[in-house]
């Protein structure tokens, strides 16, 4: 079975050298129009394009050096992990795809600046970071649209993660995913910003994969899905470039919306959403009938983002005080 993304690694690590110490960094993201569903699973190949915008500082620093000791170490936020935790074992086997079975002992550390209490996975800025960082210390030409080709392997909405601002990964048709990975919008919008409102930060009852799979699997409404997911992510490209914020809210608050029925009508029923993630967008709702201009969107997990423009933003951190705001276009 032919892979774009390991032949690329594969390829370029032709003429690497030993690994050196190499940092990097990489900023999570907001989905704006949702990714979800694959159309192959082992390549991490979605069945509809997606459109994200990121979120600045928030991520992940990444630094990969030779190990002193000759054996694999990874760090997370300061803590050395055991080798057996999902985070190391995920990251290690990722850096497999470079080392191809050669004895190069990594050390790897990763430092994630996302605030714990904003109950967000680091996942996408993690791999995008590490591939980042993977192809420096190893010295390999890639561009940026290959690295956002090899981060899809670890996640695929670290695709979207290679760069900030806004980004669009399409979806592709070649089987060997040559031609489903991001590329970023040249569009900047001072003005834009996004605010998360944690609900709970704890651990999910389903994993985002879990939770995807078993909804294209089992859903009734989930045939509909792909198709109208492409339809509003043309059109909320086409809302991001012309930078009308009002249709841009509406089509990317009723995408989610509409991921979250696909997984409610999942037999059994798959709920993200919580009591409290209802009662912010009732609340919202009801400011916006009175003139807000705001709108939500919810990924899978309990936590609620709102994405509205500057002047708005007075009237959101009064409503919503403990909302973490972010301004993705900031310097």
Request: charged share 20%.
């Amino acid at each position: 079975m032919t892979d774009a993304a390991r032949d690329l690694i594969s390829k370029a690590m032709v003429d690497a050298g030993d690994p050196v110490e190499f940092a990097a960094y990489a900023p999570s993201n907001i989905a704006l129009s949702k990714y979800w569903g694959k159309r192959d699973r082992s390549r991490n190949l979605p069945l509809n394009s997606s459109l994200s915008i990121s979120l600045a500082e928030w991520g992940s620093h990444t630094e990969v050096a030779p190990s002193e000791s000759g054996i694999d170490q990874v760090s997370l936020n300061g803590e050395v992990l055991d080798m057996g935790t999902a985070f190391a074992s995920k990251a290690l086997k990722f850096a497999d795809l470079f080392r191809a079975g050669r004895a190069q002992p990594l050390k790897i550390t990763t430092r994630n600046t996302i605030p714990t209490a904003a109950g967000l996975a680091s996942s996408a800025s993690g791999f995008a970071a590490l591939t980042r960082a993977l192809c420096g210390s190893f010295s390999l030409s890639l561009s940026e649209a290959e690295m956002s080709l090899i981060a899809r392997l670890g996640s695929g909405s670290a695709t979207r993660s290679i760069w900030h601002g806004f980004v669009r990964w399409d979806k592709g048709r070649a089987e060997d995913g040559s031609d489903s990975f991001a590329t970023p919008l040249d569009v900047t919008w001072p003005d834009f910003r996004i605010a998360i409102i944690p609900v709970d930060v704890g651990p999910k009852s389903h994993s985002s994969r879990d939770g995807m799979n078993h909804t294209v699997d089992t859903s009734p409404l989930f045939a509909a899905w792909p198709d109208q997911a492409e339809a509003d992510c043309d059109f909320i490209e086409a809302m991001v470039r012309e930078q009308n914020f009002t249709a841009l809210g509406q089509r990317a608050e009723a995408n989610a919306l509409a991921m979250h029925a696909t997984m409610q009508a999942a037999r059994p029923a798959i709920t993200y959403l919580t009591q409290d993630s209802w009662a912010i967008l009732e609340r919202l709702w009801a400011a916006r009938k009175n003139g807000l201009e705001a709108y939500a969107t919810m990924d899978a997990g309990a936590n609620v983002k709102l994405i509205f423009e500057a002047q708005s933003q007075d009237d959101v951190t009064t409503l919503f005080p403990e909302a973490q705001v972010i301004v993705p276009f900031a310097g």
